[in-house]
C-alpha cells in the first residue's frame, strides 16, 4: 500500500503543530493522529459534499484528507502574513519599543521557519502521490491537479512571506542606524550651543583685560555674548534640524 504524511501547522503561533499519518489501502484509508488537534469533521464534510466522487474508493478519501490538510496550511500562512502586517505598521512608528518589536520579529521568524518545514515537503509527498496508481483516475486527476496548484501556491506565498520578514529585519537594523545619526547629530549639535557660554564664561574668567573688565557692565557683556551666540547656534542647527 502507498502511504503519505502532511503536518497541520495551527494559526496559532503558540500552539504546536499537529501530525496526521495515512496509509492508502486498495479500499480504505486508515489515518493516525497523535493528538485531536486536526479534527476529521472537515474532512468528512468534504467526502460527503462530493458523493459521486466517492465511487472511485480510496483516492477520494485521499483527496479530501490532503485537501484538508492543504487549507490548513494557508490558515496558518494567513495567521503570519497578519502578523508580518502587524510587524509593518509599528516599524515605523514613532518611538517603537525595540526590544519588544526585535523580539516579535524573532519570533515570527522562528515560526516561519517552522511553517516551512511543514509546507514545502507537502510539494514532495504530492508529486509521490501523482506517480502512484492511486490518483489513476481520470475522473480525479483534475483534482489532484487542483490540489496540487494549491500545494505550489502555499509554497510560493511561504517563500514571499520568508523575504519579507527578512527585508523587515534588514529594515528595523537600517532604521536604528539612522535613528542614532539623528541622536549623534542632535547631541553635537547642543554640545555646540554649550560651548559658547563655556568658551565666554572661560575667557572672561581669564586675569587679562577683556570688554568690561573690573567693571559691572562687564557680567552684562558676557552675559549678552552667552545669549546671543548661543541663540544664533540653536537657530542655525533649528533650521537644518540638528536640534
Known sequence: PASAAGAVPSPDALTPASRISGWVLPHALVTIRLDDRFDLTSVVHRWDDEPSLLAHGAPTLVHGLLDAVV???????????????????????????????????????????ALRRIVLPMREVMNGLLRHSTTDVPALRPWFDDLYDHILRAAEWTESLRDLVTSAFETNLSLQDARLNTIMKKLAGWAAIIAVPTAITGWFGQNVPYPGFNQPEGVWWSLGLIVVGSAVLYALFRSRDWV
Not at 92 to 101: I, K, L, Q, W
Open 71 to 113: 487549507d490548513s496550511h494557508f490558515d496558518a500562512i494567513q495567521a503570519v502574513d497578519d502578523r508580518l502586517e502587524e510587524i509593518d505598521d509599528a516599524l515605523f512608528a514613532a518611538r517603537p519599543a525595540e526590544n519588544a518589536f526585535v523580539r516579535s520579529i524573532y519570533a515570527l521568524r522562528k515560526d516561519l521557519v
